[in-house]
C-alpha cells in the first residue's frame, strides 16, 4: 500500500479524523464528541489535557490497520482559541472557544484604546470581542494574576503541534484570526501587541500551512501505533479546510458553507477590506499566498434545529419537504434567533416574522426561514461585489446541503450556479489535498482540485423565483435597517426585565 495520509479537523463540539490516499479517497472516518466546560460566568472552555487525549484517541482507532502506511498528518482546527501557558508550558487555564463570553465585560473599553480604522487595516477585520486579543486583554483586566504568570499564547492546534512536535508553532490561517497578525505582512503586529504590552517572544512562530515542519516524536508515534517516519503538515483553519475540500481555490470561486452557522468567503490573490466604514466583510489569510476574503452568519442551520426541537418536533427531512410544497406568500422570518454577528445586523438583533396572515401556515413558516438564511449571506455576497470581487459560481458544503431545497433557494437568491460535491466529510479531504501539495504531488492546490474534487450536483437560478426573491430581498434588507432601533430598544427592555 502506498504513504497515506492522517487528517484530523478539530471543531468546538466534534473531532473528526479520517485516513486518506494520495489518490484523494477516504477509507475510514471517525468522529467523537467534545465537551465544552461552561458555567454562568460566560466560560466556554476546552480542557487541553481532555482536548490532547480525545485527539490521540480518533487518531489511535483511525489509523488502526493502516498502521505501517502512515506517512503524513495534516491538522485543521477551529478559530479564536487561546490558551496561556506557564514558562513550563503548562496550562494557566482552559482553551478559551469562541463560545466564552467573559471577554465581553472588557471589550468596549478595549474598543475605546483603538484606532479602529487603522486595525481593519493591519488585521483584516474590526474588534471583535471573540478574538484571541480581546481574550488576552480580558486576562490582563480581569484575571491579573494568570496574565502576568503567561509566557506563551496558543490556540488550540498550536498547543497540539507543541504536543506533537514538542516546538512552539502556528500557522496563519489560524493565527489571521487572533487579531495579533498583520495581514499584509503575515507577521505578528506591532500595533496590536502594543495594545495588550506583549510581544513577538509570548506567541509561537508562524509557518506556512503548506509544509512539512517536522517528523512526529517516538513517543508520540508508539501511543499512535505508527511504524514509520510521520510528517507533520500544519493545515489550515477548519473553515479554510472545508473550502479546500469543496474546490475554494478555483477562481473565481466562492465558498458557501451551511452548518450551524454559516460562511460565504471567496480564496483571493490579494487582501482586501471593505471601502465602507461599516467593515462588512472580514480577509482572512488562507494558504498558498491567497486570503480567504468574506463573512459570516451565526443563524443557518440553527433555525431548521429550532423549528425541529422548539416548534414542530418533526426530522429535518420532513421539515424541508413541508416547506417544499408552497412559495412564503409575502412572508419574512428574520432569522437573528442567537443575535447576528454580521456588522450591519449586530448581537442585538432578535428572531422576527413579518407579514404573519391567517391563511399561513408551518410549510410556509420553515420556507420563510430558510429564505431569511439565504438572504442574510447575500448581504455579504453583496458587500464582496461591491468592492470589485467577481464570484462566477459557487460551491457549498455542510449539513445545509442535503436539503435541494435550500440549495436552489440560494441558488435563485444569489442568482448564480450552485455546486455540491460528492465528498460528505470536504474538511477532511481539504486537508489531504493541502498534504498533497505540500509533498509535491501536485504542483498547485488547483490541480489537485481539479484532480480530485468531484461534483455531485449543480443547481440553477430558477427565473420565476429570481424575480421574486429579488424583490423580496430589498425589502428584507428594509426590515433589517429599520428595525435596528427596536432591536436596540428591545435589548435593553430584555436586560431590565430578562
Known amino acids: ?15 473528526k479524523a479520517g485516513v486518506i490516499d494520495t489518490n484523494g479517497k477516504i477509507l475510514r472516518t471517525l468522529r467523537k464528541e467534545l465537551v465544552v466546560e461552561e458555567d454562568e460566568t460566560g466560560k466556554a472552555e476546552h480542557n487541553p489535557q481532555k482536548l490532547l487525549d480525545a485527539f490521540l484517541s480518533i487518531c489511535r482507532e483511525a489509523v488502526a490497520g493502516y498502521e505501517k502506511w502512515i506517512s503524513y498528518i495534516v491538522i485543521s482546527s477551529y478559530q479564536f482559541g487561546l490558551l496561556p501557558l506557564d514558562e513550563k508550558l503548562q496550562p494557566l487555564t482552559g482553551i478559551i472557544t469562541l463560545l466564552d463570553l467573559r471577554p465581553r465585560e ?97 506567541l509561537p512562530q508562524i509557518v506556512p500551512s503548506e509544509k512539512v515542519i517536522g517528523k512526529l516524536s517516538d513517543s508520540i508515534k508508539r501511543i499512535l501505533g505508527l511504524k514509520r517516519d510521520v510528517y507533520l503538515i500544519p493545515g489550515v483553519y477548519d473553515g479554510g479546510a472545508v473550502g479546500l475540500g469543496i474546490g475554494g481555490m478555483e477562481d473565481s470561486v466562492g465558498v458557501i458553507n451551511i452548518g450551524t452557522t454559516a460562511m460565504l468567503r471567496v480564496a ?6 471593505d471601502k465602507d466604514k461599516s467593515m462588512r466583510f472580514q480577509a482572512y489569510f488562507l494558504c498558498s499566498n491567497r486570503w480567504f476574503v468574506g463573512g459570516a452568519i ?19 427531512e420532513e421539515l424541508t419537504s413541508l416547506a417544499e410544497k408552497v412559495n412564503s406568500k409575502n412572508l419574512f422570518f428574520l432569522p437573528f434567533i442567537t443575535g447576528e454577528r454580521y456588522p450591519e445586523i449586530g448581537n442585538i438583533a432578535s428572531g422576527v416574522v413579518w407579514g404573519l396572515r391567517s391563511f399561513h401556515t408551518r410549510n410556509h413558516l420553515i420556507r420563510a426561514g430558510m429564505e431569511g438564511v439565504a438572504f442574510t449571506l447575500r448581504m455579504a455576497y453583496d458587500a464582496l461585489k461591491e468592492n470589485g470581487v467577481e464570484i462566477e459560481k459557487f460551491r457549498a458544503g455542510g449539513g445545509g446541503t442535503r436539503s435541494p431545497l435550500w440549495m436552489q433557494i440560494f441558488s435563485s437568491i444569489f442568482n448564480k450556479p450552485i455546486e455540491v460535491t460528492e465528498c460528505e466529510e470536504p474538511a477532511l479531504l481539504g486537508s489531504a489535498l493541502l498534504a498533497l ?13 481539479k484532480d480530485i474534487v468531484k461534483l455531485k450536483e449543480t443547481y440553477i437560478p430558477a427565473e420565476g423565483l429570481r424575480v421574486e426573491y ?20 428591545h435589548s435593553h427592555f430584555e436586560r431590565r426585565y430578562g
Open 437 to 449: 501539495y505540500a509533498i509535491k504531488r501536485y504542483e498547485s492546490l488547483q490541480e489537485a482540485t
Open 470 to 489: 429579488e424583490k423580496s430581498y430589498e425589502f428584507f434588507k428594509f426590515l433589517v435597517k429599520n428595525l435596528r432601533k427596536a432591536f436596540k430598544k
Open 268 to 273: 483571493y490573490p490579494q487582501p482586501i477590506i
Open 298 to 316: 451565526n443563524n443557518a442551520g440553527i433555525i431548521l434545529k429550532w423549528f425541529r426541537d422548539n416548534i414542530f418536533e418533526l426530522p429535518y
Open 106 to 202: 472588557t471589550f468596549n473599553e478595549l474598543s475605546r484604546r483603538i484606532d479602529i480604522q487603522e486595525f481593519y487595516k493591519r488585521t483584516g477585520a474590526p474588534p471583535l470581542f471573540i478574538s484571541p486579543l480581546s481574550k488576552i486583554y480580558w486576562l490582563k483586566k480581569k484575571r491579573r494574576e494568570i496574565f502576568e504568570k503567561t509566557r506563551y499564547f496558543l490556540s488550540s492546534k498550536d498547543y497540539l503541534l507543541l504536543n506533537l512536535l514538542g516546538e512552539l508553532y502556528t500557522e496563519p490561517s489560524s493565527s489571521s484570526a487572533t487579531q495579533l497578525m498583520n495581514i499584509n505582512s503575515l507577521e505578528w503586529d506591532s500595533y496590536s501587541l502594543s495594545i495588550l504590552g506583549i510581544s513577538e517572544s509570548n
Open 1 to 15: 500500500m502506498e504513504d497515506l495520509i492522517l487528517a484530523v479537523d478539530v471543531g468546538t463540539t466534534n473531532i
